[in-house]
Structure formats: structure tokens, C-alpha cells
Nanobody, 123 residues
Framework: QVQLGESGGGLVQAGGSLRLSCAAS????????MAWFRQAPGKEREFVAS????????YYADSVKGRFTISRDNAKNAVYLQMNSLKPEDTAVYYC????????????????WGKGTLVTVSS
């Protein structure tokens, strides 16, 4: 079993940057592809980015491609989301998740979830 906890959210102006972290417990962390999702008020949870077990493969939603970077450090049991050039439409609660399979983008394909961290981008 994997337990996940996000941190690093906050209030930032449009054009700014934030780095989200997700700390994981459990010896099986490195066996899971990891993903970030987000959920804005009144909207469904949506895929943001994912990364393979080794970190060698990454996937991004079109809306964040070129602005966000996902990475992981298996020695620290952590996954990160560097967010640059933030826009007001990036405002959401961001969740990290342990994925059942590489390349999955549906919330239904995630095994474990964190509780989320709020990112607010002001215009």
C-alpha cells in the first residue's frame, strides 16, 4: 500500500511558478507510475501529467505541455510537479496518484490518491 501527501500549493500571480511535491510512504513506491491530477471548482478531476517507474517517460495534458514538468526521486519516495507560466485557469486542487499502468489518464485507473493541495492563480 502507498500513502501520498501533497505540499507546495499556494497563491501565485499569473505568470508565476510553483513546485508541488508529493511524499509517498511504502516500499513499493518505485513500482508505480505516478500522476498528477487537478480539480477546479464545479469541474471533474482531470489528468495533468504522469511519469514512468524510472522517470524515463513522461506524459502531459495538452493544456500544460511546455509549462509543467513532472519528475520523481525514488530514493526519496517523492514525485514533483514544476509549474511555470501559471494561468488563472490552472487554479485547482492538485492531487498526486499512484497509477495502475503507464500512460493512464483516467482517475479510474489510479490505485492511490493524496488529499490534494490548493493552487490559486490570480490574474
Amino acid at each position: 500500500q502507498v500513502q501520498l501527501g501533497e505540499s507546495g500549493g499556494g497563491l501565485v500571480q499569473a505568470g508565476g511558478s510553483l513546485r508541488l511535491s508529493c511524499a509517498a510512504s511504502g516500499r513499493t513506491f518505485s513500482s508505480y507510475p505516478m500522476a498528477w491530477f487537478r480539480q477546479a471548482p464545479g469541474k471533474e478531476r482531470e489528468f495533468v501529467a504522469s511519469i514512468s517507474w524510472s522517470g524515463g517517460a513522461t506524459y502531459y495534458a495538452d493544456s500544460v505541455k511546455g509549462r509543467f514538468t513532472i519528475s520523481r526521486d525514488n530514493a526519496k519516495n517523492a514525485v514533483y510537479l514544476q509549474m511555470n507560466s501559471l494561468k488563472p485557469e490552472d487554479t485547482a486542487v492538485y492531487y498526486c496518484a499512484a497509477s495502475r499502468r503507464l500512460g493512464a489518464t483516467s482517475p479510474d485507473d489510479m490505485n492511490y490518491w493524496g488529499k490534494g493541495t490548493l493552487v490559486t492563480v490570480s490574474s
